[in-house]
């Protein structure tokens, strides 16, 4: 499932064992929003894709990256490592991404908390 390409697509990088996941679905859904998701952790983003996110947040790799998860330290990784060793890193190990995200069009937000989703709804 690629990511959206229009305005009229709204996507949720979503993990239904975090609770932010589910009360950002669920806000969502209670405010009648047709999103889509998309369970990373079973379909990984790939490095393009991850690249393409970053840009979409506004962020850094490493912004929007777990750095306490095991994973982290267990790749080699540091808060300097460059965005290409941490994409390599998050397609190995999907837990490394932080969530929820969601996309619409060519933005993004995470939703820490939840509510931070919300003004990409607004036109």
Known sequence: MALPSSRDEILLLHNPKCSKSRQTLSL???RGV???TRLYL???LT???????????DKRAIEFTRTKQAEFAEAGLTK???EEEIFAAMVGAP?????PVLIR???ARIGRPPEEVLDLLGD
Do not use: K
Request: proline share 3%; hydrophobic share 35%.
């Open 42 to 44: 079973e379909q990984p």
């Open 105 to 107: 069009g060519n933005r």
């Open 47 to 57: 490095a393009e894709e991850l690249g393409d996110l970053g840009r979409r947040l």
């Open 95 to 99: 837990i490394l991404m932080e969530r």
């Open 80 to 82: 300097e490592s460059a």
């Open 34 to 36: 047709a999103v889509t």
């Open 28 to 30: 969502l859904e209670g």
